[in-house]
């Protein structure tokens, strides 16, 4: 009898160990499982460690992130980061999200220390140019190799003459970062074609071809303004009197609308910078203790910047 009521009890010790082991085991799994799906956000902030979260992406090896100017910028349309393709295949960055830290933050709130949920933005489509005349044409962003996205938080203010949507730079955007109405930042590039190099230049007359020869490229002139004794002057450029056929070519030729007609089937048209954005109406980096997530479709964590 003593030795059968050993066995029973060896057996009941036995079952409660696995019943203890597979109970931690899956309490293990399902916290792992927290916030890797695209979209969810959790409200519990985890404020015993700072550390980085291990990237989980395929894309990790490939994709860098630069703070930009969030450290300092308190201006949505000015705020940016930026995401670098190191990699030697394309990277399809449409549908990512960059989420900051603030969910890691202590803010005080009432007389308490309260913390609240991390903000997010998705990466939306762009176009391959802004649309002078009509509604741009937009497609995925796909960052080729050595190919840079500036992911600015807001948008830009004005939408005239020009509707500003997200848009890879190329050879006339040197034109819309050079008109008073928009402000870009950081500037655009100012790579436009040289107004002498336009076809049918060599056409005009000589007074003409010299004052394009002295053009600055990405810059529409001003057209029938005041000479040098205040006197409105009719058929001039920039203040000079030039014939009729000469202000003509000018004026069709030298802006930004005229550039893409001309040149968007240039083999050099697009450049290597992409420029996103957001839409957000307030800043979403903060100054200090920040950290810039960038996560894929999938909602894999890609890369961290922490400052």
């Known amino acids: 009898m003593k030795k059968g009521n050993s066995n029973t009890e060896g057996l009941i010790i036995l079952a409660v160990l696995i019943v203890i082991i597979i109970f931690i085991t899956a309490k293990g799994g399902s916290q792992s499982a927290i916030d890797t799906s695209p979209g969810s956000f959790s409200n519990t902030t985890n404020i015993s460690t700072g550390s980085t979260a291990t990237p989980s992406s395929t894309y990790a090896k490939d994709i860098s992130i630069s703070t930009g100017n969030a450290a300092y910028s308190y201006q949505s349309y000015e705020e940016y980061?930026?995401?670098?393709?190191?990699?030697?295949?394309?990277?399809?960055?449409?549908?990512?999200?960059?989420?900051?830290?603030?969910?890691?933050?202590?803010?005080?709130?009432?007389?308490?220390?309260?913390?609240?949920?991390?903000?997010?933005?998705?990466?939306?489509?762009?176009?391959?140019?802004?649309?002078?005349?009509?509604?741009?044409?937009?497609?995925?962003?796909?960052?080729?190799?050595?190919?840079?996205?500036?992911?600015?938080?807001?948008?830009?203010?004005?939408?005239?003459?020009?509707?500003?949507?997200?848009?890879?730079?190329?050879?006339?955007?040197?034109?819309?970062?050079?008109?008073?109405?928009?402000?870009?930042?950081?500037?655009?590039?100012m790579t436009c074609p040289r107004p002498a190099d336009e076809i049918g230049v060599e056409g005009l007359d000589t007074e003409c071809r010299n004052f394009i020869k002295r053009m600055p490229s990405c810059r529409t002139p001003e057209f029938d303004t005041r000479d040098r004794d205040g006197n409105i002057c009719r058929n001039c450029v920039d203040g000079k009197p030039l014939s009729s056929p000469c202000v003509t070519f000018i004026k069709n030729h030298f802006n930004y609308g005229s550039c893409i007609a001309y040149h968007r089937n240039d083999q050099n048209f697009s450049g290597k910078t992409w420029r996103i954005f957001l839409g957000q109406g307030w800043e979403m980096w903060a100054k200090d203790y920040e950290t810039i997530s960038l996560f894929d479709q999938l909602g894999r964590l890609v890369v961290e910047r922490s400052y």
Do not use: H
């Open 81 to 189: 980061v930026t995401i670098y393709n190191r990699g030697r295949d394309p990277v399809d960055i449409t549908g990512w999200q960059v989420r900051n830290a603030k969910n890691k933050r202590a803010y005080a709130f009432g007389g308490e220390l309260r913390y609240f949920p991390r903000d997010s933005a998705i990466i939306p489509r762009a176009a391959l140019f802004v649309a002078p005349s009509s509604t741009s044409i937009l497609q995925n962003v796909i960052l080729e190799t050595g190919d840079t996205a500036v992911i600015t938080t807001g948008s830009i203010a004005s939408q005239s003459p020009y509707k500003i949507v997200s848009f890879k730079e190329n050879i006339c955007s040197g034109y819309l970062g050079n008109m008073d109405e928009y402000s870009f930042t950081p500037s655009l590039s």
